[in-house]
């Protein structure tokens, strides 16, 4: 029975797939619901587990923790780490870490497909995390929650990889959303951050999305807010340009620190894989966080997400709160690279309104003219420079300061302090706390259009199977005869097993006659070799492939296989044929498919012999999906959309399986397609 309803409502999603725009709002209003849901399961599941390690909720959990016996201080920061640990590394990989830098490698590499055991499992691990005190945040994981519910809807109803993408950013945009009661800040963020992509169709289902799971953590969780109302004071107005210059002072220093955090995770991520590629993550986790373990029974100020420390700081020292910013902030930084799972958006509005507030009491100290009030102003200005400069992201990042707080009098001083401390930033670091893991993996940081299509695809789609390939032993003048015969500059060197060994690079060329005959004896491949010339596998992205030419200054790289054998090689002619053509084709789809509606066959011709053709399935292809076909890889020729027949709508979806009366809109040459439609008759 409940196989029969689950098929039921797969079928209703596929018959309300023939009004696109409807659809969308659909879907979009599906995932809010479903990331508020998420959200107020996470919320339950992160207090239940704080009453029972601590005694008290969240809220409370500083003066919970200051009340505890000495050694179970010490143990507890560990232990929920430890468990989570095993989660990690025998159920769910994924669910170690914040979850950003999965994230947005996930939609550069994968286009957005994510295991649909994510969001259960990052719940599970980020609430140990969290309600044992380590210094992460929980919007981060309802972010990654959100985005894998998206996803999964996606995938469930075989959507194409556009569409998924869509569903993710719907779904980090709930997340944000209902985590701090700010849909437009959620909204901003999901267009800014993970897609950056401001389209109208884009925009107009995350804005949905963001709305639904908003107005449905409201509904649910009455005056919930990721910050304490009562802590975040009165903003007093920019009336001099004494305060001017303490808001752009303000900015600087925050700019300082988020790049001091950015800078300072990147490090300790660099020295913390040499641990982590050596033990399990149930034990190198809860030994990263040794230091935070050993400290925190002392400074019980840095424990958990600190909303009480919020309410009670203003009875605090300037000193002490400046000191416990900067305390956390290097907390943050460890928590953050040791793949603890928790998020960091929250830690990092902690350590900004913590530091603004010790800031602030400084402020009537050495400007006694001044209002007295507008020292409170820095608390919730430092939030937004702070996490401006930390993520490089100004709009969404003052928007979710003022949707937290909803004071008109603060936007002056907020967008002032933000957007500079933003642009130094990007001054001083060319990676964000959001994407430095890409960065650290040679992933371009580079959303554009262009730059994705050379990131997203391979050496695969560009290999030569013709290529000089000589043996170690094999003397000059032979060498010189196969280059010559093949029109080629390099040659490849193998061993006996035929195991690459290193390339041959050279024009040999010369006015005078040269008598090979003579040296050929004496100069063997072996001599000439070099074995530092870059290669490359099937599954290099074309981009790097790139590099390495441009580095090198050739026109061509060998194709490895993982067992180190040539395959073929690259050349740039290769590639720049490819990027003209995905450019060509990605600018006509949506005119070709138009003009394909209700005709068997038709096509738009191009110079170079290019063209986009609309290609009538048949009986051969019936039953099959594109990749079981593999056009791309045989016949060189790129399909853009299937006309489906019972819909007459286009769809790009490679897993959707081709049935009768089913139209292909391929790119390629003349040659390539009619070389197509004559294998497959």
């Known amino acids: 029975m409940r196989k029969i309803s689950f098929f039921k409502l797969k079928n209703f999603l596929e018959k309300a797939k023939l009004k696109e725009g409807t659809f969308l709002i659909f879907a ?7 990331a508020g849901c998420a959200f107020l399961c996470f919320n339950w599941m992160i207090d239940s587990l704080s009453k029972l390690f601590i ?10 923790f200051k009340k505890l016996p000495m050694w179970y201080k010490f143990v507890l920061p560990l232990t929920g780490v430890f468990i989570s640990g095993f ?32 969001a259960i499992f990052k719940m599970v691990t980020s609430s140990l995390s969290i309600a044992t005190g380590v210094p992460l945040g929980n919007e981060g994981p309802i972010i990654m929650i959100g985005s894998t519910l998206g996803s999964t809807l996606g995938q469930f109803l075989s959507m194409p990889i556009s569409r998924i993408k869509l569903f993710v950013g719907c779904g980090a ?4 959303a209902v985590a701090f009661d700010a849909p437009i800040a959620g909204t901003i963020f999901a267009v800014e951050t993970i897609l950056g992509n401001y389209a109208i169709g884009t925009l107009t289902p995350i804005v949905v999305s963001a709305a639904t799971a908003s107005f449905f953590g409201s509904y649910f969780m009455p005056g919930h807010t990721a910050l304490p109302a009562a802590a975040l004071g009165f903003s007093a107005e920019i009336s001099s340009g004494t305060e001017i210059f303490l808001f752009t002072t303000f900015g600087l220093i925050n700019a300082l620190l988020g790049v001091g955090l950015i800078k300072l995770t990147y490090f300790n991520s660099n020295i913390f894989d040499r641990v982590k590629a050596k033990l399990p993550e149930y034990i190198h986790i809860p030994l990263l966080l040794l230091p935070f373990a050993l400290t925190v ?16 700081g203003n009875g605090f ?33 902690f350590v900004g309104y913590i530091f603004g507030l010790g800031f602030g009491k400084i402020i009537p100290m050495l400007y006694p003219g001044l209002d007295p009030s507008i020292g409170l102003s820095f608390a919730s200005v430092g939030i937004g420079a702070l996490l401006g400069a930390a993520t490089q992201e100004p709009v969404s990042s003052l928007l979710l300061v003022f949707e937290i707080t909803r004071d008109y009098n603060m936007l002056p001083s907020l967008m002032l302090a933000t957007v500079v401390a933003t642009m130094i930033s990007k001054r001083m670091s060319v990676f964000s706390i959001y994407n430095y893991q890409l960065y650290k993996e040679g992933i371009a940081i580079d959303d554009s259009e262009e730059a994705s299509i050379m990131n997203e695809n391979h050496v695969q789609l560009c290999l030569r199977h013709e290529c000089v390939v000589v043996h170690k032993d094999e003397c000059l003048p032979q060498i010189l005869d196969k280059m010559r015969d093949k029109e080629r500059f390099e040659s490849y060197v193998v061993d006996d097993s035929g195991k690459y060994l ?58 490895l296989s993982d067992d180190g054998k040539v395959l073929g090689c690259i050349h740039e002619h290769d590639l720049i044929d490819f990027y003209h053509r995905e450019i060509l084709s990605k600018a006509n789809m949506l005119k070709t498919v138009q003009r394909g509606e209700g005709t068997e066959s038709c096509s738009i011709e191009f110079e170079d012999e290019y063209r986009i053709e609309a290609v009538a399935t048949n009986k051969k292809m019936w039953g099959h999906n594109l990749i079981d076909l593999r056009l791309r890889e ?16 286009g769809t790009m979806s490679p897993t959707k399986t081709l049935e009768k009366g089913d139209v292909l809109i391929a790119a390629g040459t003349k040659e390539d397609l009619d070389r197509m439609k004559s294998v497959f008759g």
Request: glycine letters at 10%; hydrophobic letters at 50%; one cysteine or more.
């Open 28 to 34: 979009a209003v599906l995932i809010g619901i479903l």
């Open 55 to 64: 005694g008290a909720p969240t809220i409370a959990a500083v003066e919970a």
């Open 87 to 118: 989660i990690i590394r025998y159920l769910c990989k994924e669910s170690g870490g914040a979850g950003f830098g999965f994230l947005l490698k996930t939609l550069k590499l994968k286009n957005g497909i994510m295991p649909p055991k994510l």
């Open 173 to 176: 945009a709930a997340g944000l």
């Open 297 to 312: 029974p002392f400074v019980p100020e840095i424990f958990g997400l600190g909303k009480d420390m919020m309410l009670a």
């Open 317 to 349: 020292t300037p000193s002490f709160l400046i000191g416990i910013a900067l305390l956390k902030l290097l907390f943050l930084s460890i928590a953050f690279a040791s793949g603890a799972s928790g998020g960091i958006f929250l830690p990092i509005l």
């Open 502 to 559: 290193g390339a041959i690079n050279g024009v040999f060329s010369s006015n005078n006659k040269v008598d090979y005959d003579a040296i050929g004896t004496m100069v063997l491949a072996s001599d000439l070799l070099d074995t530092t010339f870059p290669t490359v596998k099937l599954d290099t992205p074309l981009s790097q492939a790139m590099r390495f030419m441009i580095k090198r200054e050739v026109i061509e790289l060998p194709v």
């Open 634 to 649: 045989n016949f060189n020729v790129l399909v853009l959309a299937v006309r489906e027949k019972s819909t007459g709508k």
